[in-house]
């Protein structure tokens, strides 16, 4: 199950590197679900099934209610964004809980499990940012978090993190910046 949980991490790195390449949203968008689907079976797989699951499936379903916010051509609500902050955080601290129940105390595991939960969150903020400049220092923030933790688990998510990161920072400018919500 390890193999097959490092192989998921080298996919979604295969799929972060080509996803610039679309040209749409929405094509960007299915990218960004097929690379958090690979990163939630990566950690599960190699046993690390804390905050890091539970927040790349939260990112599918927000990717996939941004498609269909794209094919209506609506925007996103206070209500949504409030939800989805809330459902990150719930979410994240939820995959800190334990056999014997959430350790309040500061732990390593702990600790280490905020990390999704700072990324998950800067990934949000860069959604709803306004401006490209703001936008990339919060996909920076995300990538740092994700790249720190996948680092720390050992997990080839961390090239798709990596990936992730040099693309937000060699982006050209443009007039419209269209980042997928995806958590990594």
């Known amino acids: 199950m390890y193999l097959l949980g490092q192989i998921c991490g080298i996919i979604g790195t295969i799929i972060t590197i080509i996803q610039p390449q679309f040209r749409s949203k929405v094509q960007i968008l299915v990218c960004g679900i097929l690379v958090n689907a690979m990163s939630s079976l990566n950690f599960a797989l190699i046993g690390q099934t804390g905050s890091a699951v539970f927040l790349c499936l939260i990112a599918i379903v927000q990717s996939i209610i941004s498609i269909w916010h794209e094919k209506h051509n609506t925007k996103v609500s206070t209500f949504e964004t409030i939800l989805f902050f809330f459902l990150y955080v719930g979410f994240g601290l939820f995959g800190m809980i ?16 905020l990390l999704p939960i700072i990324g998950a969150l ?11 400049q703001r936008t990339r220092l919060f996909l920076l923030l995300n990538g740092a978090s994700w790249v720190v933790y996948t680092a720390i688990i050992g997990a080839t998510t961390f090239f798709s993190c990596t990936a992730s990161m040099i693309s937000s920072m060699a982006t050209p400018h443009r007039k419209k910046c269209q980042i997928p919500p995806s958590v990594i």
């Open 98 to 113: 334990s056999t014997e129940g959430f350790v309040w105390e500061i732990s390593r595991k702990n600790a280490l499990e």
């Open 122 to 132: 800067m990934l949000m903020l860069s959604v709803f940012a306004k401006g490209e």
